[in-house]
């Protein structure tokens, strides 16, 4: 056991930690942004609205690195988006923990927004309408009904998120670059390892991910059983 | 008097449209039944009375105050009308326990009110011990009462019922049915019933609105509808067993002579209705109000075509011109032992009669 210890301390302990923060942004920001977008799709109806389930999906098939370089490029001082910004703030986002975290956030929308959509489109219309003749208004609805009875779906939403972002590689390449203790992630140090025959460092790294990401697919599958049953 | 008066017109799509007039009487208990084929739109007037659907146009008004008014531009939400409404299957909430869900409709209420509420609903409903149950630890039985019981929670004006028996086996169905009736009777609260069984209407019933193809075609007291249908789709909705032709011979005040067959008859005239002889007409008997008597007892003979043993009763098919059914109770059916082919006296209560117009 003393073993185990000794190696783990031997991982690249900055590294986690970007790593950590980087899913936890990735997931808090998608969280946001994503439950309320995810209601109104899950709920509305309106032209084009396939055209938008498609681009939320994209992510799921696009090369990393696709997305990473129109990222880098729409980021960078080149485009409109990227001189607006330098000219906000007076710094760029390429190559910054800031510009990885956006990436991220395209990067996993699809991990987010599936699971929230599908939890609130499975709700049953009548649990809704029951409500409001008890006389819950709009915001009462989402918040007593629909929220705790999707509670499982947005779990695993959340859990699938950060486990993918954990394990991010192309695209917080692309447009972080490799800056230790900045932007780089587990799974580059990995990459880099190897590059140096750290093979040791590199089965240590890639082992705890591997656990990570199993035990992180165990609590998703879990959550899924536990839907309530009526 | 209170009324909850009904005129709307919701339509879904180009081809689909449901029309409802009708006053549903809303002082005390009384229960009128929404009667009608799956398909006929019943489900969608009740849904249009709680709010959750929107009628293109109409008006829906429960005493003075109006829920909807679409000339006047008026819609009231569901949540501020204070209806309760119980759906087909039940629809509880699948993350609160049996109190929880009845005291959903409750937050408003202090705390202490609110567990005396939901306590009087738990011993009314005779759910107590269940409270820590969830949904899916119940029977059906069980669901239905937690339905019920969280519908009235919040002391709504009327209570909407979505077929609430119907997802029940039939024993137990006829046994709720009483109790259900006699817990509502104890609240004292108007209750709009949606069935598509019309032994159900008979049984709990005080008023009947017939639903067909999209439209409230007859509604007003249950005997004035099962007894005189205002047309043939609701003479065959409200269970008449015979309608046949006849042609009017005359008319008088209050009577009208038919030819029915090989007989002469004077039935009820109908309010308002004009016919002119040779004109025909159908008429509706109630197998209640066909009497097969042994052959000499009556100057009207019939011959038997058709006998079915159906347990306590015999069903008959007989023939006097027209055909028409009818029952025998079994000893009464030892006497005559009726077989095909027979001939029988025929005693009929014209007093139980109702002439419909031909459309």
Redesign the interface.
Known sequence: MSYVWEQLATLDWPTVQVTLRLALWTTGVLLVLGLPSAWFLATRRFPGKSLLEAGIALPLVLPPTVLGFYLLMALGPQSPLGRWWEELTGWRLPFTFTGVVIASVLANVPFAMRPFMDAFSGVDRRLVEAARTLGASSAGVFWRVVLPVCLPGILSGVVLTFAHTVGEFGVVLMVGGNLPGVTRTMAIAIYDDVQVLNYTRASWTAGVLLAFSFGSLCVTSMLGKSRWRV | MTTLAIDIHKSFGPQVHIRGKLDVPADGYQVTALLGASGSGKTTILRCV???EVPEQGTLRLGEETWLDTAAGKWV?????????V?Q?Y?????LNVERNIA??L??LAKEERRRRVQAMLELFDLAGLEDRY??QLSGGQQQRVALA??LA?NPRVLLLDEPLSSLDAPLRARLRREMTARLARLQIPVLWVTHDRQEVLEVAQHVAVMDQGEVQQWGPKDEVFLRPANLRVARIVGVENLPRAEVLGLKQDRVQVQLGRLRLHVPRPPGLEASPGQRVHLCVPAGAVELVPQGQSPHTVRVLEVQNRGPWLWLRVELGVELECQLPRHRAAALSPAPGMELGLQLAAEQMHVIAQE
């Not at chain 2, 939400?77 to 409404?85: A, E, S």
């Not at chain 2, 629809?91 to 993350?95: D, E, I, N, T």
Request: hydrophobic share 35%; glycine share 10%; net charge positive.
């Open positions: 709680a709010g959750l939400p569901p949540q501020r009308r204070r209806v309760g409404l759906f299957d629809a509880l909430f699948p993350h959903f409709g937050h408003r949904p899916h969280r519908a919040p």
